[in-house]
């Protein structure tokens, strides 16, 4: 197949207007009007190069992987093995076999918490997560400590959303055997302080894995200089396809983990008495994986490096900032969090209006926010509300989109006669 479809066209700078016409769903009219999607924390968009990467593996090269002898089959392994190494170099991980396909950040983390946790956590051991992380860092660990009597250790967030670094360092402790914490925050979107959090654990010798979901869209990511342990992420939120994603894990770790899930692709040899599994990464990459998934999500990547981070992220800082700027000129809005350092994402309430109000109203003026608990509802607990209106940005977001949010909050209060 030709992913070369999807292969990266060289851009000086983000150009808002062609970056918009590779994505073909923002030329739909919703209700009549402009699309105005400031909902890609939740999901983004998909640019015409993913979409067509997908559609032509169908097309012309698809059968299962790692399996055929025949030419398909090695066509449909090279992509497939192509897009790790398109994924490896995203991360800047030492080896594509420190690159597992996966579903998305949630099996990821199910992954490491199953493997990592049943084979080095004992009962009494600690895994220390912040108190704004999304359930995906939560539940798995609750389910731990159900099994296994592991300790859970919640590290709190100041009223800005920020993580107070002193009650995070305090909370490390002789038993402390894992730091699991977000990179961006998903319902606030603070920048986690990730190099300050890996120090204080490399100091210890404690391994940390670091949720990438909010990150990787907006910024290089680099797990060697960063050097955590695990680092995940979902390709769907990196305008790839859904239901595939990334972990990366080093390979000293992986080495030692014992296998999650047992079937096929995962084995060596298997008879009734004994199995012998795969090397890295297939180890980990049990049944017929999301194989068009995987090569959309090379193309993801392409796209993404295509446009450049230098880019993504000016635009997206400056885009970031003009929006608080402006939104902060609206009486009776209250920001849900003003983090020191913001990624992609603005959380709000309007007083006396329920967030699903707002985004319903927001809905007929076709502007596409998401209200409600943000799969964080501990983070809800914090700031004492049960919901938020939450804007989220992608490189294809622009100054008209946050001039149409600040109309349709306008609107909103008008509704409600604020
Ligand atoms: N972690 C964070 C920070 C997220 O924002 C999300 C999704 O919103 C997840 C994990 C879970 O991602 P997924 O549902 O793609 O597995």
Redesign the pocket.
Known sequence: MTVSAAAPRVRPGLDLAAIRADFPILARRVHGKRLVFLDS??SAQKPRAVIDAEREVYETEYANVHRGVYWLSERATASYEAAREKVRRLLNAREGREIVFV?????AINLVAQTFGRAFLAPGDEVLITEVE?H??IVPWQMLRDEKGIVLKVAPVDDEGDLDLDAFRSLIGPRTRLISV?H???ALGTVLPVEAIVGLARERGIPVLL?G??AVQHQPIDVQALDCDFYVF?G??LYGPSGV?ALYGKAEWLEKMPPWQGGGDMIRSVTFDKTEYNELPWKFEAGTPNIAGVIALGAAVDYVQSVGYDAIASHETELLGYAVRELSKINSLRFIGRPRRRSGVISLALEGVHPHDIATILDREAICVRAGHH?AQPTMTRFGVPATVRASFGLYNGHDDVDALVAGLRKVQEVFGL
């Open positions: 924390a939740a579903r998305g950040a949630t099996e999304h995906a860092n977000a961006v925050a998903n949720d979901c909010q979902s769907h939120k994603g799969c």
